[in-house]
């Protein structure tokens, strides 16, 4: 019996203290880490357990947690007990009692700070969880006496950049108008206006010009509006005779091209420049020839009279004007001609790809941007259209803008910098610079493009921002 009676002398002797127990006190916790290892979950605390207040008769229980919205799992527990309630348990229940913690210490054993560690196997539902401990203390027979929950810190898994991207869809024209230009160099015998096919080099120009037309006349998409030519002599000889040569040599190729195609006049407009000195003056801003820039300021100089500036030229420089008779006069007898045209509308996706990849040089920026529509984003065809775009019109802004876009997708992004160059300053341009300074790396660089564009109401602007701040605050980058 005498066992019996030294129990229920230590349970009677607990009974007071057990209703006069301390309010639950939890760790201020100021360190604490969760990081990923591979296939495992490392979870780090520093838990001041000299903060906490744990009677002799009285058991508490740290046990860290992880749960994220319907999942959860209890770490490894630490517990603290007062020396009669330690001694209790011992000699009682410790092995069923549910204040029985993984680690345990008597209040004159516990270390002042814990350095709590555990190594748990990762499962998806951990990306976004919430690590917390909770402090449960005991009393007599097992029962709860106080329970409080310290929230520690949230983890979540580094995600790589992921950007949207902003592609424009050009206007579209109302008439697709277009127009080839050439320059040919028709020899005539000196002082003469008709045209030779065969005479020097004749054949060569002529055919220069034939398949300048061939390249539109004929074509059942093409509607040929109007063909413009300029004559133009040399400053060689007198004005007037050259006036009569320009003239009369501009009607001569204008005659020569209705014969060969059958074309109406009422489609040609003439006109003749009687002398090229502008020509002359392009060659010489360049020249290396001796006093170049002396002649120059004499071709410059229109108040003196054509016919006076040539001569004024061969008798001051006549070495000089010697080379340029010889060198530079042929190629300023030369005619140049323009072809207007308009192209037909194309609606038809399966046509236009065909196009792309046959005469992409019928289509319009928005009917490339019609057939990308049809294409999976960023697959191969989808940015070849975009690339064909861009070599079609390489000074337009928009088909710069979408072929940057299409250049980070694939992440090619020295490409996607010197499309972005020459993409102008819209507001999608300044978002995309954004993505690309992202892309780089350079996320502050990033950020203030991003709220730039934000603030010029981009709407995928805020979500780029939202992913490179979190991409700051969890590789420790932000202020």
């Known amino acids: 019996m005498k066992p019996s009676i030294t129990i229920l002398l230590a349970m009677s002797a607990l009974a007071p203290a057990i209703l006069a127990a ?105 990306d976004g969880s919430t690590l917390s401990i909770e402090r449960t203390d005991y009393g007599c027979c097992s029962n709860v006496i106080g329970r409080d929950l310290l929230t520690l810190s949230t983890f979540e898994m580094p995600r790589p950049f992921q950007p949207h991207f902003q592609f424009i869809r050009p206007n579209a024209e109302a008439v697709k108008s277009r127009s080839v230009t050439g320059r040919a160099f028709i020899d005539f015998p000196v002082n003469r206006t008709e045209i030779y096919p065969d005479y020097r080099r004749n054949t060569t120009e002529l055919a220069k010009i034939r398949a300048t037309i061939d390249s539109v006349a004929g074509d059942p998409d093409i509607t040929v509006r109007s063909i413009s030519i300029k004559g133009y002599a040399s400053p060689e000889g007198s004005y007037a ?18 014969r060969l195609y059958n074309f109406s006049p009422t489609l040609f ?6 002398e090229d000195w502008q020509g002359l003056r392009n060659w010489l801003s360049t020249a290396t020839i001796d006093n170049s820039q002396a002649i120059l300021a004499i071709a410059d100089n229109e108040s003196i009279e054509p016919d006076a500036r040539d001569r004024k030229i061969r008798t001051d420089y006549p070495q000089q004007y010697s080379y340029i008779l010889q060198n530079v006069y042929p190629a300023l007898r030369h005619s140049d001609y323009t072809i207007d045209f308009d192209i037909r509308s194309f609606t038809d996706v399966n046509e236009i790809k065909r196009l792309v990849r046959t005469e992409p040089q019928k289509l319009s920026l928005n009917e490339f941007y019609l057939a990308a529509q049809s294409c999976q984003p960023g697959s ?51 978002y995309a610079r954004g993505i690309l300074a992202a892309l780089q790396g350079d996320n502050d660089r990033a950020l203030d493009y991003l709220r730039q564009a934000a603030r010029l109401h981009i709407s995928d602007a805020p979500e780029a921002i939202s992913q490179i701040e979190r991409i700051q605050r969890l590789s420790g980058q932000q202020n």
């Not at 495992?40 to 046990?63: K, R």
């Not at 517990?79 to 092995?95: H, M």
């Not at 320009?246 to 209705?258: M, N, W």
């Open 269 to 274: 407009h003439t006109s003749f420049e009687p």
């Open 22 to 126: 301390d309010k639950v006190t939890m760790p201020q916790v100021n360190g604490a880490s969760i990081t990923r290892q591979g296939n495992f979950l490392q979870v780090q605390i520093n838990i001041p357990l000299h903060q906490m207040t744990v009677g002799s008769n009285t058991a508490a229980v740290i046990t860290p947690r992880l749960s994220n919205l319907n999942d959860s799992i209890n770490l490894s527990s630490i517990g603290i007990y007062g020396r009669n309630r330690y001694i209790y348990y011992q000699r009682n229940e410790f092995s069923a009692s549910q204040a029985r913690a993984d680690q345990m210490y008597t209040t004159a054993q516990a270390p002042a700070t814990y350095a709590y560690q555990a190594l748990i196997p990762w499962q998806d539902w951990m």
């Open 241 to 258: 005779n050259n006036t009569r040569l320009a003239k009369g040599r501009t009607e001569a190729l204008k005659d020569y091209v209705i």
């Open 380 to 430: 191969d065809e989808f940015n070849q259209i975009f690339e064909t775009a861009v070599r079609m019109y390489p000074d337009s802004e928009i088909a710069n803008l979408n072929a940057a876009n299409t250049a980070m997708q694939r992440r090619d992004l020295s490409t996607a910098a010197s499309y972005l160059a020459k993409a102008g300053d819209s507001p999608e341009a300044i």
